[in-house]
Protein backbone atom coordinates (compact mmCIF):
# COMPACT_ATOMS: atom_id res chain seq x y z
CA UNK A 1 0.00 0.00 0.00
CA UNK A 2 3.07 2.57 0.66
CA UNK A 3 3.75 2.04 -3.32
CA UNK A 4 0.48 2.86 -4.53
CA UNK A 5 -0.11 6.71 -5.56
CA UNK A 6 -2.33 9.02 -3.27
CA UNK A 7 -4.69 8.70 -6.24
CA UNK A 8 -4.72 4.94 -6.16
CA UNK A 9 -4.87 4.71 -2.08
CA UNK A 10 -8.31 6.95 -2.40
CA UNK A 11 -9.89 5.35 -5.00
CA UNK A 12 -9.78 2.34 -3.41
CA UNK A 13 -10.87 3.44 -0.13
CA UNK A 14 -14.25 4.67 -1.78
CA UNK A 15 -14.54 1.07 -3.53
CA UNK A 16 -14.02 -0.54 -0.20
CA UNK A 17 -16.37 2.00 1.89
CA UNK A 18 -19.00 1.44 -0.40
CA UNK A 19 -18.71 -2.34 -0.62
CA UNK A 20 -19.06 -2.29 3.10
CA UNK A 21 -21.63 -0.04 3.35
CA UNK A 22 -23.59 -2.51 0.97
CA UNK A 23 -23.09 -5.85 3.02
CA UNK A 24 -23.80 -4.17 6.11
CA UNK A 25 -27.29 -3.03 4.77
CA UNK A 26 -27.48 -6.30 2.67
CA UNK A 27 -27.36 -8.15 5.96
CA UNK A 28 -29.50 -5.78 7.94
CA UNK A 29 -32.24 -6.39 4.91
CA UNK A 30 -31.81 -10.21 4.39
CA UNK A 31 -32.03 -10.53 8.53
CA UNK A 32 -35.04 -8.46 8.40
CA UNK A 33 -33.29 -5.62 10.72
CA UNK A 34 -34.66 -2.74 8.42
CA UNK A 35 -38.35 -0.85 7.90
CA UNK A 36 -40.48 -1.75 4.93
CA UNK A 37 -39.51 1.88 3.91
CA UNK A 38 -35.84 2.05 4.53
CA UNK A 39 -35.93 -1.01 2.73
CA UNK A 40 -38.33 0.45 -0.04
CA UNK A 41 -35.60 3.10 -0.58
CA UNK A 42 -32.17 0.84 -1.15
CA UNK A 43 -32.68 0.38 -4.47
CA UNK A 44 -33.06 4.47 -5.15
CA UNK A 45 -31.08 5.63 -3.37
CA UNK A 46 -28.30 3.64 -5.58
CA UNK A 47 -29.77 4.88 -8.31
CA UNK A 48 -29.45 8.76 -7.05
CA UNK A 49 -25.61 7.93 -6.35
CA UNK A 50 -25.16 6.96 -9.96
CA UNK A 51 -26.92 10.15 -11.18
CA UNK A 52 -24.79 12.21 -8.53
CA UNK A 53 -21.77 10.71 -9.37
CA UNK A 54 -22.10 10.91 -13.17
CA UNK A 55 -23.73 14.37 -13.01
CA UNK A 56 -20.60 15.76 -10.90
CA UNK A 57 -18.40 13.86 -14.30
CA UNK A 58 -20.02 17.03 -16.19
CA UNK A 59 -20.69 19.92 -13.49
CA UNK A 60 -17.39 19.34 -10.74
CA UNK A 61 -15.08 17.86 -13.61
CA UNK A 62 -15.34 19.31 -16.72
CA UNK A 63 -16.72 22.51 -15.44
CA UNK A 64 -20.17 22.67 -17.30
CA UNK A 65 -23.75 23.77 -15.60
CA UNK A 66 -26.39 21.03 -16.27
CA UNK A 67 -29.52 21.68 -15.79
CA UNK A 68 -31.61 18.82 -17.99
CA UNK A 69 -29.61 15.40 -16.16
CA UNK A 70 -33.33 14.23 -15.23
CA UNK A 71 -33.88 14.14 -18.73
CA UNK A 72 -31.60 11.24 -19.10
CA UNK A 73 -32.65 9.33 -16.40
CA UNK A 74 -35.86 9.41 -17.89
CA UNK A 75 -35.07 8.40 -21.32
CA UNK A 76 -33.32 5.38 -19.69
CA UNK A 77 -36.00 4.64 -17.31
CA UNK A 78 -38.75 4.01 -20.27
CA UNK A 79 -36.16 2.79 -22.83
CA UNK A 80 -35.30 0.38 -19.92
CA UNK A 81 -39.12 -0.28 -19.33
CA UNK A 82 -40.19 -1.09 -22.62
CA UNK A 83 -37.08 -3.63 -23.33
CA UNK A 84 -37.83 -5.91 -19.98
CA UNK A 85 -41.47 -5.94 -20.57
CA UNK A 86 -41.08 -6.67 -24.55
CA UNK A 87 -38.43 -9.34 -23.60
CA UNK A 88 -40.12 -10.86 -20.86
CA UNK A 89 -40.61 -14.38 -22.53
CA UNK A 90 -37.60 -14.07 -24.87
CA UNK A 91 -35.94 -13.82 -21.80
CA UNK A 92 -37.11 -15.53 -18.51
CA UNK A 93 -34.07 -14.60 -16.62
CA UNK A 94 -34.71 -12.24 -14.37
CA UNK A 95 -31.15 -10.66 -13.91
CA UNK A 96 -30.20 -10.83 -17.53
CA UNK A 97 -33.53 -9.56 -18.77
CA UNK A 98 -32.07 -6.87 -16.15
CA UNK A 99 -28.66 -6.52 -17.67
CA UNK A 100 -30.55 -6.04 -20.66
CA UNK A 101 -32.74 -3.07 -19.82
CA UNK A 102 -30.38 -1.23 -18.19
CA UNK A 103 -27.83 -1.48 -21.69
CA UNK A 104 -30.93 -0.68 -23.43
CA UNK A 105 -31.20 2.38 -21.25
CA UNK A 106 -27.78 3.58 -21.17
CA UNK A 107 -28.17 3.69 -24.93
CA UNK A 108 -31.03 5.45 -24.98
CA UNK A 109 -29.67 7.93 -23.37
CA UNK A 110 -26.15 8.05 -24.71
CA UNK A 111 -28.40 8.78 -28.56
CA UNK A 112 -29.99 11.40 -26.87
CA UNK A 113 -27.08 12.55 -24.89
CA UNK A 114 -24.98 12.84 -28.86
CA UNK A 115 -27.82 14.45 -30.76
CA UNK A 116 -28.28 17.01 -27.10
CA UNK A 117 -24.89 17.49 -26.94
CA UNK A 118 -23.41 18.32 -30.00
CA UNK A 119 -24.89 21.31 -30.50
CA UNK A 120 -25.75 22.41 -26.70
CA UNK A 121 -21.95 22.66 -26.02
CA UNK A 122 -20.89 24.95 -28.09
CA UNK A 123 -22.51 26.82 -25.65
CA UNK A 124 -21.68 28.25 -22.52
CA UNK A 125 -22.41 29.01 -18.87
CA UNK A 126 -26.06 30.36 -18.46
CA UNK A 127 -26.77 29.65 -21.97
CA UNK A 128 -25.83 25.91 -21.39
CA UNK A 129 -27.70 25.49 -18.70
CA UNK A 130 -31.48 27.46 -20.14
CA UNK A 131 -30.98 25.02 -23.22
CA UNK A 132 -30.21 21.67 -20.67
CA UNK A 133 -33.22 22.70 -18.71
CA UNK A 134 -35.38 23.31 -21.66
CA UNK A 135 -34.30 19.44 -23.16
CA UNK A 136 -35.50 18.31 -19.48
CA UNK A 137 -39.18 19.69 -20.35
CA UNK A 138 -38.69 18.98 -23.92
CA UNK A 139 -37.80 14.89 -22.95
CA UNK A 140 -41.32 15.01 -20.51
CA UNK A 141 -43.58 16.45 -22.52
CA UNK A 142 -42.61 14.01 -25.69
CA UNK A 143 -42.69 10.82 -23.43
CA UNK A 144 -46.48 12.39 -22.43
CA UNK A 145 -47.36 11.54 -26.11
CA UNK A 146 -45.66 8.28 -26.48
CA UNK A 147 -48.01 4.90 -27.05
CA UNK A 148 -46.06 1.66 -26.79
CA UNK A 149 -47.22 -1.65 -26.30
CA UNK A 150 -46.25 -5.25 -27.91
CA UNK A 151 -47.97 -8.46 -28.68
CA UNK A 152 -46.99 -11.18 -31.44
CA UNK A 153 -45.86 -8.95 -33.52
CA UNK A 154 -43.52 -6.80 -31.76
CA UNK A 155 -43.68 -3.16 -30.34
CA UNK A 156 -46.03 -0.89 -31.48
CA UNK A 157 -45.07 2.89 -31.16
CA UNK A 158 -47.10 5.90 -31.59
CA UNK A 159 -46.86 9.40 -30.70
CA UNK A 160 -49.99 10.95 -29.36
CA UNK A 161 -49.19 14.14 -30.62
CA UNK A 162 -53.10 15.71 -30.79
CA UNK A 163 -53.74 14.28 -27.69
CA UNK A 164 -57.17 12.95 -29.14
CA UNK A 165 -55.70 8.77 -29.78
CA UNK A 166 -55.29 6.27 -27.58
CA UNK A 167 -53.49 2.48 -26.53
CA UNK A 168 -56.68 1.45 -28.77
CA UNK A 169 -55.12 2.70 -31.88
CA UNK A 170 -52.05 0.63 -31.73
CA UNK A 171 -54.88 -2.44 -32.81
CA UNK A 172 -53.01 -4.58 -30.35
CA UNK A 173 -53.97 -8.30 -30.67
CA UNK A 174 -55.85 -9.74 -27.50
CA UNK A 175 -52.86 -10.87 -26.17
CA UNK A 176 -51.31 -7.75 -26.20
CA UNK A 177 -49.61 -6.13 -23.55
CA UNK A 178 -49.83 -1.99 -23.44
CA UNK A 179 -46.80 -0.54 -22.03
CA UNK A 180 -46.94 3.07 -22.06
CA UNK A 181 -50.15 4.88 -22.31
CA UNK A 182 -49.12 8.77 -23.04
CA UNK A 183 -49.99 10.83 -19.96
CA UNK A 184 -50.84 7.68 -17.79
CA UNK A 185 -47.10 6.52 -18.22
CA UNK A 186 -45.54 3.06 -18.29
CA UNK A 187 -48.45 0.85 -16.08
CA UNK A 188 -47.98 -2.68 -15.11
CA UNK A 189 -44.11 -2.99 -14.75
CA UNK A 190 -42.70 -6.32 -13.62
CA UNK A 191 -40.73 -4.98 -10.67
CA UNK A 192 -36.94 -7.04 -11.12
CA UNK A 193 -34.54 -4.29 -9.98
CA UNK A 194 -32.67 -5.60 -6.49
CA UNK A 195 -30.35 -4.06 -3.87
CA UNK A 196 -27.48 -5.78 -5.24
CA UNK A 197 -28.29 -4.72 -8.75
CA UNK A 198 -28.13 -1.04 -7.65
CA UNK A 199 -24.47 -1.70 -5.66
CA UNK A 200 -23.11 -3.11 -8.80
CA UNK A 201 -24.40 -0.36 -10.99
CA UNK A 202 -23.05 2.07 -8.26
CA UNK A 203 -19.56 0.15 -8.23
CA UNK A 204 -19.64 0.17 -12.18
CA UNK A 205 -20.04 3.97 -12.22
CA UNK A 206 -17.46 4.28 -9.59
CA UNK A 207 -14.89 2.27 -11.79
CA UNK A 208 -15.71 4.58 -14.82
CA UNK A 209 -15.67 7.99 -13.21
CA UNK A 210 -12.48 7.65 -11.48
CA UNK A 211 -10.54 5.56 -14.03
CA UNK A 212 -11.54 8.72 -16.78
CA UNK A 213 -10.89 11.25 -14.38
CA UNK A 214 -6.98 9.82 -13.44
CA UNK A 215 -6.29 8.89 -17.14
CA UNK A 216 -4.87 11.14 -19.71
CA UNK A 217 -8.25 11.96 -20.97
CA UNK A 218 -9.66 13.03 -17.45
CA UNK A 219 -6.82 15.07 -17.03
CA UNK A 220 -7.88 17.13 -20.45
CA UNK A 221 -11.27 17.72 -19.22
CA UNK A 222 -9.58 19.24 -16.39
CA UNK A 223 -7.22 21.29 -18.23
CA UNK A 224 -10.11 22.83 -20.63
CA UNK A 225 -11.82 23.04 -17.26
CA UNK A 226 -9.29 25.26 -15.49
CA UNK A 227 -8.17 27.24 -18.80
CA UNK A 228 -10.41 27.10 -21.90
CA UNK A 229 -8.06 29.20 -23.86
CA UNK A 230 -4.39 27.70 -22.66
CA UNK A 231 -6.28 24.36 -23.16
CA UNK A 232 -7.26 25.13 -27.10
CA UNK A 233 -3.65 26.09 -27.33
CA UNK A 234 -1.74 23.23 -27.10
CA UNK A 235 -4.34 21.30 -29.34
CA UNK A 236 -6.48 19.93 -27.41
CA UNK A 237 -10.15 19.68 -29.13
CA UNK A 238 -12.41 21.37 -26.44
CA UNK A 239 -15.73 19.99 -28.23
CA UNK A 240 -14.51 15.95 -28.42
CA UNK A 241 -13.77 16.04 -24.61
CA UNK A 242 -16.39 18.06 -23.34
CA UNK A 243 -18.89 15.82 -25.48
CA UNK A 244 -17.30 12.69 -23.90
CA UNK A 245 -18.40 13.57 -20.58
CA UNK A 246 -21.06 14.62 -21.08
CA UNK A 247 -22.34 11.25 -23.09
CA UNK A 248 -20.55 9.06 -20.27
CA UNK A 249 -22.56 10.88 -17.91
CA UNK A 250 -26.00 10.72 -19.91
CA UNK A 251 -25.07 6.88 -20.31
CA UNK A 252 -24.87 6.45 -16.72
CA UNK A 253 -28.17 8.25 -15.55
CA UNK A 254 -29.77 6.53 -18.80
CA UNK A 255 -28.63 2.79 -17.02
CA UNK A 256 -29.55 4.67 -13.15
CA UNK A 257 -33.33 5.16 -14.75
CA UNK A 258 -34.16 1.86 -16.18
CA UNK A 259 -33.15 0.28 -12.39
CA UNK A 260 -35.08 3.22 -10.98
CA UNK A 261 -38.10 2.59 -13.55
CA UNK A 262 -37.90 -1.03 -12.77
CA UNK A 263 -38.50 -1.26 -8.83
CA UNK A 264 -41.87 0.53 -9.58
CA UNK A 265 -45.20 -1.14 -10.54
CA UNK A 266 -45.96 1.98 -12.12
CA UNK A 267 -44.18 5.59 -13.77
CA UNK A 268 -44.71 8.85 -15.03
CA UNK A 269 -42.93 11.23 -16.91
CA UNK A 270 -43.66 14.23 -14.40
CA UNK A 271 -41.56 11.68 -11.76
CA UNK A 272 -38.35 13.49 -14.19
CA UNK A 273 -39.03 16.90 -13.83
CA UNK A 274 -37.15 20.27 -13.50
CA UNK A 275 -36.88 19.66 -9.10
CA UNK A 276 -35.60 16.24 -9.85
CA UNK A 277 -32.46 17.34 -11.75
CA UNK A 278 -31.80 20.35 -9.35
CA UNK A 279 -32.12 18.16 -6.50
CA UNK A 280 -29.48 15.87 -8.20
CA UNK A 281 -27.63 18.80 -8.66
CA UNK A 282 -28.13 19.74 -4.97
CA UNK A 283 -26.40 16.49 -3.99
CA UNK A 284 -23.34 17.50 -6.09
CA UNK A 285 -23.08 20.65 -4.94
CA UNK A 286 -23.10 20.36 -1.23
CA UNK A 287 -20.66 16.73 -1.76
CA UNK A 288 -18.61 19.25 -3.51
CA UNK A 289 -17.51 19.84 -6.94
CA UNK A 290 -15.34 17.10 -8.47
CA UNK A 291 -15.96 15.08 -4.55
CA UNK A 292 -16.64 11.33 -5.63
CA UNK A 293 -17.44 10.42 -1.83
CA UNK A 294 -18.76 13.84 -0.88
CA UNK A 295 -21.45 13.12 -3.71
CA UNK A 296 -21.84 9.64 -2.19
CA UNK A 297 -22.72 10.71 1.35
CA UNK A 298 -24.54 13.92 0.35
CA UNK A 299 -27.20 11.72 -1.84
CA UNK A 300 -27.37 9.11 1.08
CA UNK A 301 -28.12 12.04 3.73
CA UNK A 302 -30.22 14.13 2.15
CA UNK A 303 -32.16 11.36 0.21
CA UNK A 304 -33.16 9.81 3.88
CA UNK A 305 -33.55 13.16 5.63
CA UNK A 306 -36.96 13.64 4.56
CA UNK A 307 -38.16 10.21 5.51
CA UNK A 308 -36.40 10.55 8.73
CA UNK A 309 -38.44 13.25 9.24
CA UNK A 310 -41.59 12.48 8.44
CA UNK A 311 -42.66 12.32 12.21
CA UNK A 312 -42.52 16.16 12.48
CA UNK A 313 -44.31 16.59 9.43
CA UNK A 314 -45.65 20.08 9.93
CA UNK A 315 -41.62 21.21 9.80
CA UNK A 316 -39.90 18.70 7.44
CA UNK A 317 -39.59 20.86 5.17
CA UNK A 318 -38.11 23.89 7.01
CA UNK A 319 -35.94 21.35 9.34
CA UNK A 320 -34.82 19.90 5.74
CA UNK A 321 -33.59 23.52 4.33
CA UNK A 322 -32.10 24.54 7.36
CA UNK A 323 -29.77 21.06 7.19
CA UNK A 324 -28.70 22.20 3.55
CA UNK A 325 -28.01 25.90 5.03
CA UNK A 326 -25.77 23.97 7.65
CA UNK A 327 -24.26 21.55 5.29
CA UNK A 328 -23.54 24.57 2.53
CA UNK A 329 -21.63 26.75 5.55
CA UNK A 330 -20.14 23.80 6.51
CA UNK A 331 -18.20 23.06 3.44
CA UNK A 332 -17.56 26.41 2.78
CA UNK A 333 -15.72 26.92 5.92
CA UNK A 334 -12.08 26.75 6.11
CA UNK A 335 -11.00 25.12 8.98
CA UNK A 336 -12.83 22.06 8.22
CA UNK A 337 -11.58 22.70 4.44
CA UNK A 338 -8.48 22.30 6.12
CA UNK A 339 -9.12 18.84 8.01
CA UNK A 340 -10.65 17.44 5.20
CA UNK A 341 -7.55 18.28 2.92
CA UNK A 342 -5.68 16.39 5.32
CA UNK A 343 -7.79 13.02 4.95
CA UNK A 344 -8.66 13.29 1.55
CA UNK A 345 -6.34 15.06 -1.05
CA UNK A 346 -8.27 17.74 -3.08
CA UNK A 347 -8.60 17.24 -6.93
CA UNK A 348 -5.76 18.97 -8.45
CA UNK A 349 -3.64 17.76 -5.84
CA UNK A 350 -4.66 14.10 -6.51
CA UNK A 351 -4.00 14.90 -10.25
CA UNK A 352 -0.38 16.18 -9.40
CA UNK A 353 0.24 13.05 -8.08
CA UNK A 354 -0.68 10.93 -11.47
Request: net charge positive; aromatic share 8%.
Amino acid sequence: MKNLKKTTKVDLATYIGVTVAFLIMYALQTGGHLTSSISGQLVPICCFIVMAVSLNLVVGISGELSLGHAGFMSVGAFGGIIAAQSLAETIPSTPLRLVVALAVGALCAVVVGFVVGVPVLRLRGDYLAIVTLAFGQIIKDLINCLLVGYDSHGLHIMFNISGLKSINDLHLEETGKAIIKGAQGAVGVTKISSFPAGFILVMLTLVIVLNLIRSRTGRAIMAIRDNRIAAESVGLNITKYKLMAFVISAALAGAAGALYGLNYGSLVASRFDFNTSILVLVYVVLGGLGNIWGSIIATVVLYMLPEALRQFSDYRMLVYAIVLILVMLATNNDQLKALLGKIIPHRKEAAGNE
